[in-house]
T-cell receptor, first 117, second 115 residues
Framework: ETGVTQSPTHLIKTRGQQVTLRCSSQ?????VSWYQQALGQGPQFIFQ???????GRGNFPPRFSGLQFPNYSSELNVNALELDDSALYLC????????????????FGPGTRLTVT | AQSVTQLGSHVSVSEGALVLLRCNYS??????LFWYVQYPNQGLQLLLK??????LVKGINGFEAEFKKSETSFHLTKPSAHMSDAAEYFC?????????????FGKGTRLSVIA
């Protein structure tokens, strides 16, 4: 069984540019969550996609957007990059969305390290 | 606001010594609690989780944690540290009983193991 994969591994961009990060979910998983982990900090929730629809969003501006495709892979897009966007971006997939007492474990990918200069 | 506090950004122990990493949460709603480990240049791996069953939870690699509601704590322990335990550890909380809430992470504790 293939785990969660992310591409690229590393990326260097210039302030003001746009970037797209990709995530392939684990087989059978229909939910993808994205997190930003700044240096020395814990991961912060950006948003979640469930069956191709956004299903929850953290405190991030609209220039952070995403997509989920019919095969449940996902993209994170960041427009107008700022220096503070430099971070490790983590993707996690799960069998479903948690709620009403149900919990579905999130499986994390290795992350994409984005550096904005 | 729901949050997690990890006391100590860096903990150093000798090989074979007890490992104790502290985590406190703040919420009046029953939480689900998690400990994740992150090795350099890798993603997060779940060590263990508390989901309202037994309060003492055993995880992988010899780690365990105890949920103490009265202290709002979920500290991670391991009786005897190994060199391979050196990593970053994150405590996280979620509230699936009230809805699709995301994982909220603490800032992490870096564990160093000295030979």
């Amino acid at each position: 069984e293939t785990g969660v994969t992310q591409s690229p591994t590393h990326l260097i961009k210039t302030r003001g540019q746009q970037v797209t990060l990709r995530c392939s979910s684990q087989s059978g998983h229909n939910t993808v969550s994205w997190y930003q982990q700044a240096l020395g900090q814990g991961p912060q929730f950006i948003f979640q996609y469930y069956r191709e629809e956004e299903n929850g969003r953290g405190n991030f501006p609209p220039r952070f957007s995403g997509l989920q495709f019919p095969n449940y892979s996902s993209e994170l897009n960041v427009n107008a990059l700022e220096l503070d966007d430099s971070a490790l971006y983590l993707c996690a997939s799960s069998l479903g969305t948690s709620g009403q007492g149900d919990y579905y474990e999130q499986y994390f990918g290795p992350g994409t390290r984005l550096t904005v200069t | 606001a729901q949050s997690v506090t990890q006391l100590g950004s860096h903990v150093s122990v000798s090989e074979g010594a007890l490992v104790l990493l502290r985590c406190n949460y703040s919420s009046s709603v029953p939480p689900y609690l998690f400990w994740y480990v992150q090795y350099p240049n890798q993603g997060l791996q779940l060590l263990l989780k508390y989901t309202s069953a037994a309060t003492l939870v055993k995880g992988i690699n010899g780690f365990e944690a105890e949920f103490k509601k009265s202290e709002t704590s979920f500290h991670l322990t391991k009786p005897s540290a190994h060199m391979s335990d050196a990593a970053e550890y994150f405590c996280a909380v979620s509230y699936p009983r009230i809805g699709n809430t995301p994982l909220v992470f603490g800032k992490g504790t870096r564990l160093s193991v000295i030979a």
